[in-house]
């Protein structure tokens, strides 16, 4: 017994001896002042948000910057407003400290290297500029008189009186692919004569546009604002561009300058008003079009892969396609193509999704062909937003989705179909599809066109066996004598296999009361090939 007591003994001690350790590991934090000075220019730029009635810059109480002790990114707080203030908090006990201002709780570091961002879209601060942007560093042993450096350059712009004006945009180069914000490496400057520099961090997104936006309402008010920018050379000059309104119509206006711009380090670069000299802009109105026929596939696929040498290709890359208008912002790796208006629309593919932008409003497709073989083949395809794209006064819909095996669901209830007179093989082998949303189309003027083999509603839904949603609205009508040979052999199959009676696993159809009494009918089923054991009628009147 005595002996199994010391043991005890023995073994608690040595616990506690190795709780000691480890509670030593954990650095302790210890509060401190830093005394932080905001850099100062003879064309003063910012570190922080507030600009004085000098252009000087101004810390307010309560602002927060980060200080890196080697462990952690720990918050300070701003004691007091003015040029040079305390900032207090607690950190661990460090030979090297190093700051960045603003506090940003995602920022890293790596040595003396700062991971932090310059943001994409900036709020807009009348006077100033988004602190978020202003970024502005320093490297320090001690914990009085730090003087920060900034990391970005300011761009100066006006918003005259009596302007509507919505959004603010930067971009560069001539495919609009150059990086003029986001996420970079910031070494610190090691002494008082060196300054910040900075590259690209290869992980994340390159930013080639910067959007300034109201901080509240609708529109900016008149006045001065700063947008924050990487310091460089930017061959080519700036495209600076904003969205207004005049009358009842959205418009992009874009000045596009020539010569080299070159954005220094905490300096002010002035891009002027927005509509100082009417000869400086030109009005992008309309819409961007896309040239009529099946060139409309290949533009998808070529835009991706400018290696594509035929639309009849099975694509096997584009899982998404997405439309941004009123915008400038090309992507990185942009290809172009202008279509038979004068917009020019700007594709980027990130991790297999294609998003494609104009300056436009929408974009919208040719008539002729403009619609038929659309996104054939496409097989890796799952989804396309639709809700910036017209379809003009194209005349057909058909072979739309055809083979797109990997299409899950599909709304495509802000198409107006008014003059479509062909939808034959739409949605033919799409094996996976789930949800289709029509809601809204009028279908009173398909028709039998002549010497189309697609014509009427041929095979539309033709092999989409795992049809569970299919809403086609009240105005999806059947007109005397059209076409609609195997509509939906093979549709909903998957649905067949169910218990009598549930009618929760089966294919749940939206439609009016008179086309469901058409499909249920003798004829109807005998043309369309339509289970009525596979679908639960919901009328829309």
């Not at 460090?94 to 900036?122: C, F, H, M, R, W």
């Not at 008179?514 to 639960?536: E, K």
Request: hydrophobic share 40%.
């Amino acid at each position: 017994m005595k002996t199994r007591y010391i043991l005890g003994i023995a073994t608690l001690v040595a616990v506690m001896v190795s709780c000691e350790k480890e509670q030593r590991t954990t650095p302790l934090l210890q509060p401190m002042t830093f005394r932080v000075n905001a850099e100062q220019s003879v064309d003063p730029s910012a570190s922080k948000a507030a600009l004085d009635e000098n252009r000087n810059v101004t810390f307010s109480a309560g602002e927060r910057i980060s200080v890196f002790d080697g462990v952690a990114n720990n918050p300070f707080t701003a004691d007091a407003s003015g040029r040079a203030v305390d900032f207090s908090g607690s950190a661990a006990s460090a030979e090297v400290y190093n700051i960045l201002s603003p506090y940003d709780d995602n920022a890293t570091i790596s040595g003396n290297v700062i991971t932090a961002t310059v943001p994409k879209v900036q709020t807009a601060v009348l006077g100033g500029a988004d602190p978020r942007a202003l970024l502005a560093v320093a490297r320090t042993s001690s914990t009085g008189e730090i003087h920060l450096k900034n990391v970005v350059g300011l761009l100066k712009v006006t918003v005259p009186n009596n302007n509507q004006v919505k959004e603010i945009q930067v971009a560069t180069g001539a495919g609009r692919n150059v990086a003029i914000a986001g996420t970079i490496d910031i070494t610190t400057p090691a002494s008082a004569a060196d300054v910040p520099m900075y590259t690209l961090n290869a992980a994340a997104e390159k930013v080639t546009c910067v959007s300034l936006v109201p901080a509240s309402g609708e529109y900016l008010a008149a006045g001065t604002y700063y947008i924050g920018v990487l310091n460089k050379k930017y061959e080519g000059g700036l495209t600076v561009a904003y969205l207004t309104n005049e009358g009842s119509e959205d418009l992009l206006r874009a000045k596009t300058g020539t010569a080299d711009a070159l954005v220094e380090r905490s300096k002010v670069l002035n891009l002027g008003s927005l509509v100082a000299g009417a000869g400086q802009y030109v009005k992008y109105q309309g819409n961007a079009i896309f040239p009529a026929g099946t060139d409309v596939l290949s533009i998808w696929k070529k835009m991706a892969d400018p290696g594509v040498s035929s639309w009849t290709v099975d694509d096997n890359i584009i899982t998404r396609i997405e439309i941004k208008t009123n915008t400038i912002d090309g992507g990185a790796g942009t290809n172009s193509h202008t279509g038979t208006s004068p917009h020019p629309i700007h594709a980027v593919l990130r991790e297999g999704v294609l998003t494609l932008y104009t300056r436009a409003g929408k974009l919208q497709l040719a008539g002729g062909a403009g619609a038929r073989n659309m996104f054939r083949g496409m097989k890796a395809l799952k989804s396309v937003d639709f809700s910036n794209i017209l379809i003009g006064n194209t005349p057909t819909l058909a072979r739309m989705f055809h083979d797109c095996i990997s299409l899950e669901e599909i709304d495509l209830t802000s198409l107006d179909v008014t003059n479509v007179k062909t939808m034959g093989w739409m949605f033919y082998n799409c094996t996976s599809l789930k949800r289709v949303n029509l809601t809204g189309w009028n279908t009173a003027k398909v028709d039998n066109s002549a010497g189309d083999p697609e014509w009427g509603f041929r095979a539309m839904f033709n092999s989409c066996p795992n049809l569970q949603e299919l809403r086609l609205g009240p105005g999806f009508t059947q007109p005397d004598g059209v076409v609609n040979t195997n509509m939906f052999t093979d549709a909903a199959r998957q649905t067949s296999i169910n218990a009598a009676g549930d009618d929760t696993k089966k294919c749940q159809l939206y439609c009016s009361q008179a086309y469901y009494d058409y499909l249920y009918s003798a004829a109807g089923q005998s043309a369309t090939a339509f289970n009525p054991a596979r679908f639960v009628l919901h009328v829309e009147e």
